[in-house]
């Protein structure tokens, strides 16, 4: 592997912690918004949640920012990142205490402090996000929320 490429890896991976930090922990669209590529697509799994193309997914992380749960926490279990795409896969604990129609929809909030497993492929091209697929267990999570 060439220098450059390593330093390519190391943007790429930077690029996606600054956005999804931002978004996640502190509930601020702006920096992943301004990551992104103009035809960029985002997608919940499974509920589809998302949106393809800037405003769709602008709105969306919008939405999702404010409906962003008490206590979220993310931990990230492993990467692997390439010259193109970072894939996490990462556990985030958070208290169910709204509504999330991106993750859950239809469930009412119960209250109960909930743990879910995801799978985050986020794809960069030319320093954009220009893909992210989100892959929820939401089997898991539907059992400890509707225990």
């Given at each position: 592997?060439?220098?450059?490429?390593?330093?390519?890896?190391?943007?790429?991976?930077?690029?996606?912690?600054?956005?999804?930090?931002?978004?996640?922990?502190?509930?601020?669209?702006?920096?992943?918004t301004?990551?992104?590529?103009?035809?960029?697509?985002?997608?919940?799994?499974?509920?589809?949640?998302?949106?393809?193309?800037?405003?769709?997914?602008?709105?969306?992380?919008?939405?999702?920012?404010?409906a962003r749960?008490?206590?979220l926490?993310?931990t990230?279990?492993?990467?692997?990142?390439?010259?193109?795409r970072?894939?996490?896969?990462?556990?985030?604990?958070?208290?169910?205490?709204?509504?999330?129609?991106?993750?859950?929809?239809?469930?009412?909030?119960?209250?109960?402090?909930?743990?879910?497993?995801?799978?985050q492929?986020?794809?960069?091209?030319?320093?954009?996000?220009?893909?992210?697929r989100?892959?929820?267990?939401?089997?898991?999570?539907r059992?400890?929320?509707?225990?």
């Amino acid at each position: 592997m060439t220098p450059a490429m390593q330093v390519l890896m190391r943007d790429i991976a930077r690029l996606w912690d600054t956005a999804a930090d931002a978004l996640y922990d502190a509930g601020d669209p702006g920096p992943a918004t301004a990551a992104l590529a103009t035809d960029v697509s985002w997608t919940e799994l499974p509920t589809g949640a998302g949106g393809h193309g800037r405003d769709a997914v602008v709105a969306h992380l919008a939405a999702l920012a404010a409906a962003r749960p008490s206590g979220l926490t993310r931990t990230r279990v492993s990467r692997t990142v390439d010259v193109r795409r970072v894939v996490d896969e990462i556990r985030v604990g958070f208290t169910h205490d709204r509504e999330l129609p991106w993750l859950v929809p239809g469930l009412a909030p119960t209250g109960r402090a909930a743990e879910v497993l995801a799978v985050q492929l986020v794809r960069v091209r030319q320093g954009r996000i220009d893909e992210v697929r989100t892959l929820w267990d939401v089997t898991g999570l539907r059992s400890v929320l509707d225990g």
